[in-house]
């Protein structure tokens, strides 16, 4: 009991001996950082403020920058020849609630039907989904549409496979674009007749790139907070890369490329999880050029259960990184290009954004609680972050009385995207991990609305929970706790309420929960 007792009583002395010559010093240099790195977000974020202002007031729409007149579908003597061959690439994967829903709309477009190649890309494991699949792809066939359903041995390469593998059959040689929808993507009718023109007059464009437009926004508080992230993509980074330079990354998905300017860039490639990025860099070193048409939109499906989601935004965090640490010594461009890439798009979006949000506001600025010496200035803690959120609502004004909660969503959601990073940029394990986002379809109104699932069905309760969640929920409670005790900062009112959103995600309460069948 002595022993205990002693030991308990040379913690205090022994945090007073390391805390002046190691934490203190420490934490001032981790606190600089952040600084640092929340300073270039901030004017990155200024940057695109000023860009996009400028585009809207000097109305440089992409219809009035390039050519994009209609393709004549009147005339006697061309008939429908006028109409480049296009051919649309649809790539699934077990996608039971949804493949109905792309296929359908992909054979509704409006062109040529002899001017069209469709190709089906099915990398599903269940047999049950494959048949249902082919017997769809049977049904358009059989009203007269060119589809064709196509398999592989493997999934080798994932979707770049896929889509790699639907490129080398002979009839490609004869199509001049090819457009690409994810199994929840449903584009209009007039989707075509609207992208293709961009390309058919303008040489130097390799991509023409459609906005998203999500169907289930409304259907829980995590798919409006996606919407909110999305939109600020579409409206305002897509819109500015466009309009300045010309370049930005594929969606990998509501767009057409030119497939000249796809095999000049080296095709497709498996080497990260994010090959539409990957590509779209490579076509861009080459001199190609990209559009973004905001007013182009194709209904797809946001991910509403948690577990889909954190898998989403791991790929897309843990991809660009990795491509980054592959491709840094490839970019041999002009000076303003290669800043814009390696700096703006890769350095600043996709690894300070990530990384700065997670250590900054959920682990530096708490651990200062416990370290008075150490001061964090109000410009970096309030005032910065304060201009970046309210910059970052414009892309959705709906939701502005939203941005309480977003900016708290957030914080918890860069946790996994720090975790993601870090592995891309070393190339960790989970480098190369593909998880194809789960889509739930109408299969949940369906569920709902059944007599079978009248009496309300949980799922259990360590199936929801997310321990490290709530290892750092713990953390900044025990922060909070203290600065309400101690402090005078009142940093403990932030605390407890980011404390409280960890905890939630943590017991697993956010997103829908699909009932146990």
Known sequence: MEVNGGGAAGLPEAWSQVRAPVIVPLLRLAVAVCLTMSVLLFLERMYMAVVISGVKILRRRPDRRYRCDPIPDDDPELGTSAFPVVLIQIPMFNEREVYQLSIGAVCGLSWPSDRLVVQVLDDSTDPVIKEMVRIECERWAHKGVNITYQIRENRKGYKAGALKEGMKHGYVRECEYVAIFDADFQPDPDFLRRTIPFLVHNSDIALVQARWRFVN?????????????????????????????????????????????????GGWKDRTTVEDMDLAIRASLKGWKF??????????????????????????????????????????VTIWKKIHVIYNFFLIRKIIAHIVTFTFYCLIIPATIFVPEVRIPKWGCVYIPTIITLLNSVGTPRSFHLLFF???FENVMSLHRTKATLIGLLEAGRANEWVVTEKLGNALKMKSSSKSSAKKSFMRVWDRLNVTELGVAAFLFSCGWYDLAFGKDHFFIYLFFQGAAFFIVGIGYVGTIVPQS
């Open 291 to 332: 559009v973004y048409l905001g007013d182009v939109q194709v209904k797809s499906e946001l991910p509403s259960t948690f577990k889909a989601f954190r898998f989403q935004q791991h790929r897309w965090s843990c991809g660009p990184a990795n491509l980054f640490r592959k491709m840094l010594m490839e970019i041999k």
């Open 406 to 408: 977003w900016i708290l």
């Open 217 to 265: 926004a409304d259907e829980c508080l995590m798919t409006r907070m996606q919407e909110m992230s999305l939109d600020y993509h579409f409206t305002v980074e897509q819109e500015v890369s466009s309009s300045v330079c010309a370049f930005f990354g594929f969606n990998g998905t509501a767009g057409v490329w030119r497939v000249s300017a796809v095999n000049e860039a």
